[in-house]
């Protein structure tokens, strides 16, 4: 699901902005120069939603009652770095980026871009896409990780993917009666 979701947004951003958009760590970028520019897409954060943790996790289908563990509902933030030597081409980079999820906020199955070949994730019932803003703190420490060498780039956070197992894990009828039996001691 992950990875389905992360292609499906890399070809979106690729049919918006016209550049390559390369699935790599955020540590092996290196610059480019020229027509050479590219974007970077690094997964560097998965974080569970723990908002939606308490659904139900039973199901009714024909009278028959399934019952199934509660879906894992996932963060992804997302880095798009843009890798260019020439400074105003990686701002030039970075507004594209910022305008295609300015232009299309949240992706499903029915908004994808025409000239995009990739397929929206089944399971996923749409992307919704936010500017995930930094500290310099808390960029230095995301950069220092990733090798010391900062690229402009922009961090969105991609809500919510779903991870949920498609088979039951148990089936059984539906209680329509109760029965209450008083008796005197």
Avoid at 65 to 91: G, H, W
Wanted: one cysteine or more; aromatic letters at 10%.
């Amino acid at each position: 699901m992950i990875k389905e979701s992360i292609l499906f947004i890399s070809k979106e951003v690729e049919a918006y902005t016209n550049l390559a958009v390369v699935l790599d760590h955020a540590h092996t970028v290196e610059e480019k120069s020229g027509a050479d520019s590219k974007i970077t897409l690094a997964l560097v954060n998965v974080h569970e939603e723990a908002t939606l943790k308490n659904l139900p996790n039973f199901t009714r289908q024909n009278g028959v009652l399934k019952q199934k563990e509660a879906p894992v509902f996932l963060n992804l933030y997302l880095l798009f770095i843009a890798n260019n030597s020439d400074y105003a081409t990686c701002l030039q980079v970075l507004s594209g980026v910022a305008e295609c999820f300015q232009s299309k906020p949240f992706f499903t199955a029915s908004n994808k871009s025409n000239n995009n070949p990739a397929t929206f994730p089944q399971e996923v019932d749409r992307l919704i896409f936010e500017l995930y803003n930094l500290t310099l703190e808390q960029i230095n420490h995301l950069w220092g990780v990733n090798g010391g060498k900062y690229y402009p780039s922009l961090l969105y956070k991609a809500r919510i993917v779903k991870i949920e197992r498609k088979d039951a894990i148990q089936d059984g009828p539906e209680i329509k009666d109760i029965q209450v039996e008083t008796g005197l001691l």
